[in-house]
């Protein structure tokens, strides 16, 4: 419950409605869960353990599993992904236990694409720590690795997979992505507005004001082009 904003959710059944006073924003239908997302990994724990807020549009995959600006306290306002206990203590995963979970987050989008699962598939994951941030091709190399080999080469080359993280310091980078199979960007903006950047996302702004995520975007749709190939939040 958000007590500073005027936006209701009412649900009756499967059916929510969302309003702002006597206004009807939208209205929807509460998605049926997924009959095999309680299948075991080879690890033995269930497919939700590692895609925890997948969904019938989009599988995040992650790169990081905790936010430097949340353990910081500047992290985003509104936001608390990162507010479970492993994140709290796992300031910085490294690499050969981002290769291990790689490989299990592969593992599980094999078995939602196999049951026919077809949308986004995100990199993500929380800010990470200035001094990690040069080498974050690494990490991306190293899911996508994990996704190719679960997938086969055929299959991974049909999957819509975007990149959700901070702006590259150098833009260029950006073609580093589309040669690793990245065929799209999303670049959170989070608010229009400078102030109100500072404002809520403090952390994202002490990086880089928000001109420099509004033309990372701008340049985004010149390497993989407008519309689902270029959004933002």
Same mark, same amino acid.
């Given at each position: 419950t958000n007590k500073? /904003?005027?936006? $209701?959710?009412? @649900?009756? %059944?499967?059916?929510?409605? !969302? /309003?702002?006073?006597?206004?009807?924003?939208? =209205? %929807?239908?509460?998605?049926? @869960?997924? $009959?095999w997302i309680d299948e075991k990994l080879s690890n033995g724990l269930p497919i939700s353990t590692v895609l925890p807020v997948m969904s019938a549009e989009i599988i995040n995959v992650v790169f990081t599993l905790s936010c430097m600006n949340y353990a910081s306290g500047r992290g985003c306002r509104y936001c608390n992904l990162f507010a479970n206990p492993l994140s709290k203590k796992l300031l910085m995963l490294p690499?050969?236990? *981002?290769e291990s979970w790689a490989g299990y987050q592969a593992e599980a989008v094999r078995v939602a694409v196999d049951n026919g699962w077809d949308g986004l598939i995100s990199l993500s994951g929380g800010a990470l720590p200035p001094a990690h941030r040069k080498k974050y091709l690494d990490r991306i190399e190293i899911v996508l690795d &994990? *996704?190719? $080999? &679960?997938? %086969?080469? $055929? =299959?991974? &080359?049909?999957?819509?997979v975007i990149y959700n993280n901070y702006p590259p310091e150098n833009f260029?980078? !950006?073609?580093d992505w589309k040669k690793f199979g990245i065929n799209g960007a999303s670049i959170d903006l989070e608010v229009m507005d400078p102030a109100y950047f500072a404002a809520i996302c403090p952390g994202k702004h002490a990086? @880089?004001?928000?001109e420099h995520w509004k033309r990372a975007q701008e340049l985004s749709v010149e390497v993989f082009g407008p519309y689902a190939n270029t959004t933002g939040f």
């Amino acid at each position: 419950t958000n007590k500073y /904003s005027r936006l $209701e959710l009412t @649900r009756d %059944g499967d059916h929510v409605t !969302m /309003s702002d006073g006597n206004d009807v924003l939208v =209205t %929807g239908f509460i998605p049926r @869960r997924f $009959e095999w997302i309680d299948e075991k990994l080879s690890n033995g724990l269930p497919i939700s353990t590692v895609l925890p807020v997948m969904s019938a549009e989009i599988i995040n995959v992650v790169f990081t599993l905790s936010c430097m600006n949340y353990a910081s306290g500047r992290g985003c306002r509104y936001c608390n992904l990162f507010a479970n206990p492993l994140s709290k203590k796992l300031l910085m995963l490294p690499l050969n236990v *981002l290769e291990s979970w790689a490989g299990y987050q592969a593992e599980a989008v094999r078995v939602a694409v196999d049951n026919g699962w077809d949308g986004l598939i995100s990199l993500s994951g929380g800010a990470l720590p200035p001094a990690h941030r040069k080498k974050y091709l690494d990490r991306i190399e190293i899911v996508l690795d &994990a *996704l190719r $080999e &679960a997938l %086969g080469e $055929e =299959t991974f &080359a049909k999957q819509r997979v975007i990149y959700n993280n901070y702006p590259p310091e150098n833009f260029s980078e !950006m073609y580093d992505w589309k040669k690793f199979g990245i065929n799209g960007a999303s670049i959170d903006l989070e608010v229009m507005d400078p102030a109100y950047f500072a404002a809520i996302c403090p952390g994202k702004h002490a990086h @880089r004001p928000l001109e420099h995520w509004k033309r990372a975007q701008e340049l985004s749709v010149e390497v993989f082009g407008p519309y689902a190939n270029t959004t933002g939040f």
